[in-house]
């Protein structure tokens, strides 16, 4: 039998359309089984303070567990390895800080992901500030003061940080390459065990999450000194940003980076944008970020992928400028 034309091209559109029907259908019938979110650090810092509250909230609205797992080791890149290879399904999603995923392909000769064509951005949410906190027993009440006191006595300073790479360390060399400082670093395996170090007085100052400092600081075991987002926390109402103590170039803030393995369906990428979206604007969500510095604030995967370049090029530059490397 000889098909018409038409006939012909109706059955050509229905198999170029079935396998996007294919796609529609397993994106609304996700999440049918739990998901697993990764977290490449230990418990504690500011990404498994946000893991796991999107997680929870996402748990309650989608119907299935979402659950983190924490993956630390390696300048975070066991788990970025783990999630690189997972199956792209969306059971499998990475939060990781946005530090942490740019500069390390900058710091490490070899590294088990690619950050543009490993991962399929969904979203960089909560933005949050570090925290320059000093030993109570340091002889300093601001930044200017510790900064005087670092040049007076160079190389006699040390700074904790969670690790090469972290967002810990790529702070503390901010601040120390942009005001020209003799100070050393001492790593730590972890955001937690650097800020005990601190409390202890074996280290004299550490750059931390609000998740981590904040506590310490309100207890007396810390003392606050600067923050370095562009606003001040609402936590520690007194304490002023870098720019107002007189150090600009030290600004910045740290991103949930958000991410799928490359390939995952765009309908599960949307959906988990959007659900994502609400979870950050429900308010008794937002006041539990606000209270530890972390602002409401979700972009769309075209952002995130935009605030990825951008993050690259400035991180990546401080990189080349203090000559840091890792193995």
């Given at each position: 039998m000889r098909l018409s034309r038409r006939t012909v091209l109706q059955l050509g559109a229905g198999a170029a359309v079935a396998p996007a029907l294919a796609r529609s259908a397993f994106a609304q019938a996700y999440p049918s089984r739990p998901v697993r979110i990764i977290v490449p650090t230990s418990p504690g810092g500011l990404e498994d303070f946000s893991a796991r509250l999107i997680a929870q909230k996402l748990s309650e609205r989608l119907g299935q567990v979402y659950r983190v797992e924490n993956m630390p080791g390696g300048s975070e890149n066991i788990g970025l390895s783990r999630a690189a290879e997972s199956a792209a399904d969306?059971?499998?999603?990475?939060?990781?800080?946005?530090?942490?995923?740019?500069?390390?392909?900058?710091?490490?000769?070899?590294?088990?992901?690619?950050?543009?064509?490993?991962?399929?951005?969904?979203?960089?949410?909560?933005?949050?500030?570090?925290?320059?906190?000093?030993?109570?027993?340091?002889?300093?009440?601001?930044?200017?003061?510790?900064?005087?006191?670092?040049?007076?006595?160079?190389?006699?300073?040390?700074?904790?940080?969670?690790?090469?790479?972290?967002?810990?360390?790529m702070v503390g060399e901010l601040f120390r390459v942009s005001l020209g400082l003799d100070l050393v670093q001492v790593p730590f395996t972890g955001a937690g065990p650097a800020i005990n170090s601190t409390v202890a007085g074996h280290t004299q100052i550490a750059f931390g999450s609000p998740a981590a400092s904040v506590p310490q600081v309100q207890a007396g075991t810390l003392r606050a000194l600067a923050v370095t987002s562009k606003a001040r926390l609402q936590a520690l109402p007194d304490v002023p940003t870098m720019a107002e103590a007189g150090f600009p170039d030290v600004e910045c803030e740290v991103w949930a980076a958000i991410f799928a393995p490359a390939g995952t369906p765009a309908g599960i990428i949307a959906l988990l944008h959007r659900e994502i979206a609400d979870v950050v604007a429900v308010p008794d969500v937002k006041e539990r970020f606000a209270a530890f510095g972390f602002q409401s604030s979700v972009s769309t995967p075209e952002e995130a992928a935009a605030i990825l370049r951008s993050e690259t090029d400035r991180w990546g530059k401080l990189v080349r400028t203090a000559g840091l490397k890792a193995e």
């Open positions: 969306g059971y499998t999603l990475l939060l990781v800080n946005s530090i942490t995923y740019v500069v390390n392909p900058a710091l490490f000769s070899k590294i088990p992901y690619d950050p543009y064509k490993s991962f399929a951005p969904i979203s960089f949410a909560t933005p949050t500030t570090m925290v320059l906190t000093v030993n109570p027993s340091m002889p300093v009440r601001s930044a200017a003061e510790l900064v005087q006191l670092i040049k007076a006595k160079p190389g006699q300073y040390t700074y904790a940080s969670p690790g090469i790479g972290t967002s810990g360390f």
